[in-house]
């Protein structure tokens, strides 16, 4: 929605905002938020709100702390679930250096760059749909997160097998009053796990709602004693969470992926697209999939894809296009996980298929086969490579692939890839209970 400044503050009033909440995105993809009272409005809505980013996770040194937060000022929402005293309203911001300058590790601003280079190829939009899905556990005595499922239901339960029905049906409730568009919700595969989905949108505004949707879901299902999570692989022997991300390219309204004449009615564009995001599957993976918990999901036997090949006919490889077509014509990417800073993400999967279109790369063959069932020697006689295994080898295939770090440029590359290293070493040193239970005893 399309505000102006005296629409925001008819909206305060109406709605008896008397808090304001700056909020952005940090490098790993957590919500950041500076919180003032109704009086710094004014100050906030002229980019004069200074906070310090030295203590940001990629952000900056402590000799250069200060930084602005610049509020769109379409991002406004007024919080529904906050009290009747006085409610708080947000903004999502971008971080400016003092010079007036953006500041280079901002993930929000840095998809803004990706997306000028696609208008200089003449598109006018990059439309996401997203489908993050989430497990609820139950909170404990003293308030913690347990691992109690709240359910033990399956793929499109219903109540009484489906014990987050109620609390679904809140967030849903939630979301709506806060402008979503929501598209269906229903119980996942797995025992406590769910899916909301929620209407496409341009990349900006989409990434900004996934970021809202975390949100809403975690305050809702604390209300109901639950803890919901987005982590990829809380359970052994279940389906684990993704985000199954579906893209598309426009050019002023018209869907450039249609092409009513071409075989599969797919536009030379698509099949650039869906060339480049194959090329850099390896390498964009540690974005898509950053925590060591994401390769426990990107296994064998539960539908997230180990394989990189397309189809449009089958669920098993990385890249799908779906049935649809004229205006929803579009790609899926089965493999992003909701850990995933959404910002990232779709800034190195925007550069990959736009990377796939500049150099007017072929894709390999459709697989229209389940390649779970194909041997070794199948794969590799129709060309298909696994995703990488460990959080360890997404990161060393991230570290080689130029148009990756132009995608998030120098900043957020050098720091992701040191933060996340971090990361691999502490899971590598640390001493974990099924070592203890292998081993300890035995020898």
Not at 20 to 35: A, S, Y
Not at 85 to 97: H, L, T
Not at 215 to 229: E, G, M, Q, Y
Not at 398 to 427: N, P, Q, T
Request: charged share 25%.
């Amino acid at each position: 929605m399309k505000y102006t400044k005296e629409d925001i503050i008819a909206k305060i009033k109406q709605e008896n905002v008397r808090f304001i909440r700056l909020q952005f995105t940090d490098m790993l993809g957590t919500i950041k938020n500076v919180e003032i009272p109704l009086s710094q409005l004014d100050k906030a809505l002229d980019n004069k709100m200074m906070f310090d980013g030295s203590s940001i996770e990629g952000f900056v040194r402590i000799e250069e702390s200060d930084m602005y937060l610049y509020p769109d000022i379409d991002s406004f929402v007024v919080f529904p679930w906050t009290s009747e005293k006085g409610k708080v309203a947000r903004f999502i911001c971008d971080i400016y250096n003092p010079d007036g300058t953006p500041f280079a590790g901002c993930p929000r601003y840095n998809l803004k760059r990706n997306i000028k280079e696609m208008e200089k190829l003449g598109f006018t939009a990059f439309n996401i749909g997203t489908e993050p899905e989430f497990f609820l556990f139950k909170l404990d005595e003293r308030g913690e997160p347990s691992l109690e499922l709240n359910d033990h239901g399956g793929y499109f339960d219903l109540a009484p097998t489906d014990l987050g029905e109620n609390c679904r049906r809140d967030i849903v409730l939630e979301l709506e009053e806060m402008g979503f568009e929501i598209e269906a919700s229903h119980h996942e595969g797995a025992p406590g796990q769910h899916e909301i989905d929620f209407k496409y949108s341009d990349a900006i505004r989409h990434c900004d709602d996934i970021q809202t949707f975390k949100l809403v879901v975690k305050t809702v299902a604390r209300k109901h004693r639950l803890h919901a999570t987005f982590m990829p692989k809380p359970l052994f022997g279940v389906y684990g969470s993704g985000m199954h991300v579906n893209m598309s390219l426009f050019k002023e309204g018209v869907n450039a992926f249609f092409d009513e004449a071409k075989e599969m009615q797919l536009s030379d564009t698509a099949y650039h697209f869906i060339a480049g995001l194959i090329k850099h599957a390896q390498n964009y993976t540690a974005i898509t999939n950053p925590t060591v918990n994401s390769y426990k999901r990107l296994v064998p036997g539960y539908e997230a894809p180990c394989h990189v090949a397309w189809s449009a006919q089958n669920r098993s490889p990385l890249v799908r296009v779906p049935f649809s077509r004229g205006l929803s014509t579009r790609v899926e990417l089965r493999s992003v996980d909701p850990t995933a800073n959404p910002y990232l993400a779709i800034a190195v999967l925007l550069r990959a298929g736009l990377d796939g279109l500049q150099h007017k790369l072929t894709p390999p063959d459709a697989v229209n086969r389940n390649i779970y069932e194909m041997t070794a020697e199948e794969r590799q006689a129709n060309g298909i490579h696994t995703l990488p295994e460990t959080l360890a080898d997404a990161l060393q295939q991230l570290a080689g692939d130029k148009v990756m770090m132009e995608a998030m440029g120098s900043h957020l590359y050098e720091h992701f890839l040191e933060a996340k290293k971090i990361e691999w070493d502490m899971f590598r040193k640390t001493v974990h209970p099924w070592e203890r239970e292998q081993y300890l005893t035995q020898y």
